[in-house]
């Protein structure tokens, strides 16, 4: 149905009006297993009860009042923040490119601060940070760019988890201000940046006075079975961009910065109208409070690690499984061939996934997934996978 919406979007034949934990029903009454959780986004599932109490008295309240004045739930939701990062101060916005576009403000700002005239920001091959012009032009992924040139310049490409690179980066760019990276690229595929690679990029930030940038929208808040996915390699961000799972499905989007990048923004060189309303900080800080209180992490760890060992074991035998990838419940199973045709068919059986990259099958179930409902999501999923490579084989 074309309808008046612009055509951004091919949307599968599927309206959802209302869903419960990890479950949701469609307008006919036909219930879902969530899979993806509106990609990263309902970290508590649908209709909790704790966070709907907290917006409904939130919203009986005050939604909005405006960053000219004090916003009391902003602070606590900044220092909660920075309890649970480490970090020093935070910024709010609405969305993950928001965060991410502050942050390479705050990275230009940081290179001209240091001298530099045209600094430059290492990014990844096969990143994905949004679609500002900014962000794309910082998302390595073609098909994002198209048309939309000419680029917003200053951003240096590297292929993930190469050293040497970074390092002849290092040696042919004297402007670099910042490496800005994805703990787990999510759109590119479920690719971790190894846990050595972030070590080894401290490591060169430091030496070199750059920025260590770390895009936590997909992965952070608590999916990977830590607060931030970068948290597993033991380093410290100059600077964490959030937004996805952090207020539920409340728009919100953060930029969280320590010491000198902490105070690198002035005042009216960044803002927001929406950024930080007391909705929206309402709903983060319950959101934090019932991953704690209900241990989330651990329950994303654990279920996120069965349904890996899973994966592994019931398709393992299948010459057309590449990978099983990710951590906690940011999971990727890469077959050797495109599987795009696999949501509507798990789409058939009441089951939400996604493909990414045309062969990378993406599950990020809300982290209140219980066991059986992992142990359904595996007994859908499992068997589509397999008559999918099985076929493809016959066909071939
Ligand atoms: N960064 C990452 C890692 C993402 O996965 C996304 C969205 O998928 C974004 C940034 C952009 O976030 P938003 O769609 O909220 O602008």
């Not at 240096?156 to 201000?177: K, T, Y």
């Not at 209180?293 to 279920?303: F, H, P, S, T, Y």
């Not at 179930?365 to 076929?391: G, M, N, T, Y």
Request: proline share 5%; charged share 20%; net charge negative.
């Amino acid at each position: 149905m074309p309808g008046h919406l612009m055509n951004t979007y091919a949307r599968l034949p599927l309206a959802l009006t209302h869903g419960q934990g990890a479950w949701l029903w469609d307008r006919d009454g036909r219930r879902y297993l969530d899979g993806l959780s509106g990609i990263a986004v309902n970290t508590v599932g649908h209709a909790h009860p704790r966070l709907v109490a907290a917006l409904s008295d939130q919203i009986g309240k005050l939604i909005h009042t405006s960053n000219l004045y004090e916003i009391p739930l902003q602070d606590q939701l900044a220092d909660r923040l920075c309890a649970i990062s480490g970090a020093d101060r935070a910024f709010f916005c609405n969305s993950g490119l928001e965060a991410n576009e502050a942050a390479i403000k705050l990275a230009r700002l940081w290179g001209h601060k240091h001298e530099m005239d045209r600094p430059e920001i290492i990014v990844f091959e096969r990143a994905f940070h949004g679609r500002s012009l900014a962000t794309l032009s910082a998302t390595g992924n073609p098909k994002v760019q198209k048309g939309f040139e000419p680029l917003v310049e200053g951003f240096v490409r590297v292929a993930l988890n190469d050293e040497a690179a970074i390092r002849e980066v290092a040696a042919s760019h004297p402007q670099v201000s910042a490496v800005f990276i994805e703990a787990i690229q999510g759109e590119g595929g479920i690719n971790p940046a190894q846990a050595d690679y972030l070590c080894f990029l401290r490591r060169i930030c430091d030496e070199r006075g750059w920025l260590l940038m770390i895009d936590e929208v997909q992965c952070g808040t608590g999916r990977t079975g830590k607060w931030f996915a970068h948290q597993w390699a033991g380093v410290r961000p100059d600077v964490i961009a959030l937004a996805k799972g952090l207020a539920s499905g409340v728009p919100i989007g953060a930029l969280l910065a320590y010491g000198e990048a902490a105070t690198t923004f002035g005042p009216g060189q960044h803002g927001t109208t929406f950024g930080g309303n007391p909705l929206a900080c309402r709903a983060a800080l319950e959101t934090l409070s019932i991953i704690e209180d209900e241990g989330l992490m651990d329950n994303a760890q654990r279920i996120g690690r069965w349904m890996q060992e899973q994966f592994r074991r019931q398709l393992g035998g299948f010459p057309g499984l590449v990978a099983v990838r990710g951590a906690g419940l940011m999971i990727g199973v890469e077959l050797d061939r495109p599987c795009g045709v696999l949501v509507k068919q798990a789409l058939q059986e009441g089951l939400l996934i996604n493909v990414t990259q045309d062969s990378v099958i993406r599950l990020l179930p809300p982290l209140i997934l219980r066991q059986e409902e992992a142990e359904q999501l595996l007994a859908i999923l499992v068997p589509l996978i397999q008559r999918f490579l099985a076929a493809d084989q016959a066909a071939a």
